[in-house]
């Protein structure tokens, strides 16, 4: 593209965003320049192995060339007419094949541009439909930005300067096995108990909704023991509320599974969708059956750019290639991934590796402190910070996140082969192997 042929290099294309892009984010990774299925490629021309996906969006390959196909086609028929004004093509077919895929009833679907849109629009479905207010979400949990979806959002460090928020909301306890004080590393279905208490102690018996990611992204890759989730939409349904399940991060095939909530056998009430929807154009959805969505009446909710033509033609075409092997692929590497992350906990620095496909997390600590609330060892920022840098140094990409900050984040492409993972593996292998060393 010609644009690229006006940055020397890296640091040109840098300046230009501390200069003139409003500065959100402290530590800017890779600048990118064109991208390949699992490959990132700078203005300088190194390439890097990228394991994050663009916060796991890219599930079907930077670049696929069946999407891109699709986008092409499509703009050649017209890009834009508002697609709540104007029915067409493209939409039609989204909605009714999201209808085939998601689980259980959930049939009708409303399209946006982000998963914090179709957060907030989950929301305010929810509230029409049972006629309630108030709003239950986990501690640590991520659903998005905008001050709505930053309520129900469980981390004070995205909140800072930012309040007052929504009203109504509450959180409860995360299942966070490694760091539960309840449960001393072993968290069951009976944590799920807590949210009870919430409820009884923070509501005043109005509840529209409980929000849920069936696996925490943000939150450090938390995966919920067996028999939580269903107890959660048991105790959701119990109080007359909706439960909502967050499937922004975890969907379309990122835990091996089309969603992850087919992992636990529930079926939400409503479901969010975005990130991997459309293999990085903007588009968000949330998904009810037709009880739960026909409570919104005529005028309820709209959005103009939603289920934009060009994004929902990306959309169909990145659910064929997830289906056609790719989701497939996600489960099998995943669970390679996951036995040989397993064998890095002989490190002492390695709290704990989790996760399900390829959404994987490793946990750094401090061995030598004792964690919060006296549990688990201490969080490592810094030495997750380290690790990533030298990955980095090493022609790999990888995430780093968590509530504490200390958790490397497995989520690459879900077309990754064998080879890539094994070296990125034995790579972070080296790193860890390199900084305990230079630490003692």
């Known amino acids: 593209m010609a644009f690229n042929k006006t940055f020397r290099d890296n640091r040109d294309v840098e300046s230009r965003y501390d200069e003139y892009v409003m500065s959100i984010w402290k530590d800017l990774d890779v600048p990118v320049k064109r991208a390949e299925d699992c490959t990132l490629e700078d203005f300088e021309g190194n390439t890097y192995l990228d394991l994050f996906s663009g916060i796991s969006v890219a599930n079907v390959g930077h670049n696929n060339p069946a999407v891109l196909e699709a986008a092409s086609d499509q703009l050649e028929e017209f890009v834009h007419g508002c697609s709540y004004v104007h029915p067409n093509a493209p939409v039609a077919e989204l909605a009714e094949r999201i209808a085939e895929i998601t689980p259980g009833d959930l049939e009708k679907s409303f399209l946006c541009n982000s998963g914090t849109e179709a957060v907030e629009g989950a929301i305010k479905l929810a509230r029409k439909h049972t006629g309630n207010t108030e709003v239950v979400a986990l501690e640590m949990a991520f659903h998005g930005r905008t001050l709505g979806s930053l309520a129900l959002t469980g981390n004070k460090s995205y909140k800072d300067g930012m309040a007052p928020t929504i009203n109504d909301v509450a959180h409860a306890p995360a299942p966070y096995s490694y760091r539960c004080p309840s449960c001393d590393g072993n968290c069951t279905a009976d944590c799920a108990d807590r949210l009870e208490h919430v409820i009884d102690t923070h509501t005043s018996n109005d509840l529209a909704a409980v929000v849920v990611e069936p696996v925490m992204g943000e939150g450090g890759i938390i995966v919920p023991p067996e ?40 079926e939400p009430d409503v479901m969010t969708q975005a990130k991997g929807i459309a293999n990085g154009l903007p588009l968000g959805a949330f998904t009810a059956p037709s009880e739960i969505a026909d409570s919104f009446d005529s005028g309820d909710h709209l959005s103009t750019f939603g289920g934009n033509p060009v994004a929902c033609a990306a959309a169909l075409a990145t659910i064929d290639e997830l289906e056609g092997g790719i989701v497939d692929n996600a489960r099998e590497q995943g669970e390679w991934l996951s036995g040989r992350l397993t064998q890095l906990e002989s490190f002492d620095v390695v709290g704990e590796t989790r996760g399900l496909g390829l959404m994987q997390g490793i946990e750094l600590v401090d061995p030598d402190e004792t964690g919060p609330l006296g549990v688990a060892d201490a969080p490592d920022a810094d030495l997750a910070k380290a690790v990533s840098k030298r990955l980095r140094e090493d022609g790999i990409v990888i995430g780093v996140g968590g509530y504490y900050g200390n958790v490397l984040r497995f989520q690459p492409p879900l077309t990754i082969g064998r080879e890539q993972l094994e070296r990125a593996v034995d790579t972070l292998h080296e790193a860890l192997e390199t900084e305990v060393e230079t630490d003692a």
């Open 227 to 266: 028999g939580w989730l269903e107890r959660v939409r048991e105790i959701t349904h119990e109080r007359g509320g909706l439960l909502i399940a967050d499937e922004v991060q975890s969907g379309y095939g990122r835990t091996g599974e089309l969603f992850a909530v087919e992992h636990f056998d529930v």
